[in-house]
């Protein structure tokens, strides 16, 4: 499964957030992976069109997607040079598929910020230039590595010289590798390194309760870090991470009422979640019968057999074909029955691409 990693300062609120995530944690029992790593927390993906596809269907069960998040603490300043801890949890980053960047935005007192005072520029340059040292650092290596084969006449080494070239100049000025415009073949050949500032990235703006509802007005640390994340072409979540826990902990109508008395339209979390799927490239499809009602994560851009590999390898490989209604679709008409009449039922095979959004009835051999 694809995971995010949680990243930030220390007493920045990653911990008190993680806790909310596995406070929040996935119903279902199929992920024994988290409860192995306790830095692992699982969360189910609220998705409304789930509820109304149940209204039609009227299942036994009602199996919503997941997301994975997984906690980084102890990034600090200097990380990238520590031979030790540091480096471990740089490690650490480079196994996840996206980073989640937490920065304090909230003013307290009796919390200690690491650097003196709340100032979240300054926090983002300092985790981001941990981040872009320790690339630099694989990236001069790298470069060490391949400079004999280069010289020996090795075509692919001198490609890859020239990639890992263009990647210096720009770490060391400080930018991250993202910033480097690479084609698909140099993103390929230089894939194995791991790149840390090739990771996709969103912020988190950890805000105080009281802040959460019309942030914009009241914190102008939010502010800066959103003009800031704005020349990075990255997005930020606002979130009290506190106040997570406490939404953590409702369910149902409860959860309702307590969200709309904070003017909220959706938990933190929530919107962390989404904003974590956009930033991946992923995207839900539905299977929908009288025995349950599923969502299901698939990457945008993936073929019928392999959204069906997801939900089981038997369904990839014996893929015949994929019976497919939009949701929309399938809304407008009220029924499965009535879809199929209006022709909004289609037969497709191998090569279409499943759509966020589709319920889907596969067909295949055992
Ligand atoms: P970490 O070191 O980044 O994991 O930070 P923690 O989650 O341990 O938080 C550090 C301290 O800040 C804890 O005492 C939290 O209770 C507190 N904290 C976290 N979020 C908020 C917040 O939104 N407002 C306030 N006032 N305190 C917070």
Redesign the pocket.
């Known amino acids: 499964a694809l995971t995010t990693g949680i990243v930030?300062?220390?007493?920045?609120?990653?911990?008190?957030?993680?806790?909310a995530i596995t406070r929040a944690g996935a119903e279902s029992a199929n992920y024994p992976f988290c409860t192995i790593d306790p830095n692992v927390g699982v969360v189910d993906v609220r998705d409304e069109r789930m509820d109304k596809l149940a209204a039609m269907v009227n299942p036994q069960r009602i199996v919503p997607t997941s997301f994975q998040f997984t906690?980084i603490?102890g990034l600090v300043k200097g990380a990238s040079k520590g031979e030790g801890l540091g480096n471990q949890f740089l490690s650490h980053i480079r196994e996840v598929d996206a980073i989640i960047h937490?920065v304090?935005?909230?003013?307290?007192e009796?919390?200690v910020h690491v650097s003196g005072q709340v100032n979240p520029l300054e926090d983002m340059e300092t985790i981001n230039l941990e981040l872009v040292l320790s690339d630099l650092e694989t990236v001069e290596r790298r470069l060490d590595r391949i400079a004999r084969q280069k010289k020996s006449g090795d075509k692919d080494a001198a490609i890859e010289h020239t990639i890992l070239e263009k990647l210096q100049v720009a770490l060391a000025e400080g930018k991250p590798a993202r910033s480097v415009e690479l084609v698909e073949d140099e993103r390929k050949r230089i894939n194995s390194l791991n790149l840390l500032t090739l990771k996709r990235m969103l912020y988190a703006a950890?805000?105080?309760?009281d802040d959460v509802a019309d942030v914009d007005d009241v914190n102008p640390h939010v502010e800066a870090l959103k003009k800031q994340a704005l020349t990075e072409g990255a997005e930020v979540v606002t979130i009290?991470?506190?106040?997570e826990a406490e939404i953590a902990e409702l369910e149902g109508e409860e959860r309702e009422l307590f969200l709309e008395e904070l003017g909220l339209e959706s938990s933190g979390l929530d919107r962390l979640v989404a904003a974590a799927y956009r930033l991946l490239g992923l995207a839900t499809y539905f299977t929908a019968g009288e025995k349950e009602v599923r969502a299901w994560t698939i990457r945008q851009g993936m073929r019928a057999p392999q959204a069906a590999g997801v939900i089981h390898s038997d369904f990839e490989r014996g893929f015949i074909r994929a019976e497919v209604v939009s949701f929309e679709d399938l809304m407008a008409a009220g029924s499965m029955p009535g879809a199929r009449e209006k022709g909004h039922l289609r037969s497709e095979g191998k090569e279409y691409v499943v759509h966020d959004g589709d319920v889907v009835h596969f067909r295949f051999n055992v």
């Open positions: 930030g300062l220390p007493n920045v609120g990653k911990s008190t957030l993680f806790n906690d603490a937490v304090r935005c909230f003013e307290d009796n919390i950890n805000v105080a309760e009290s991470a506190q106040l």
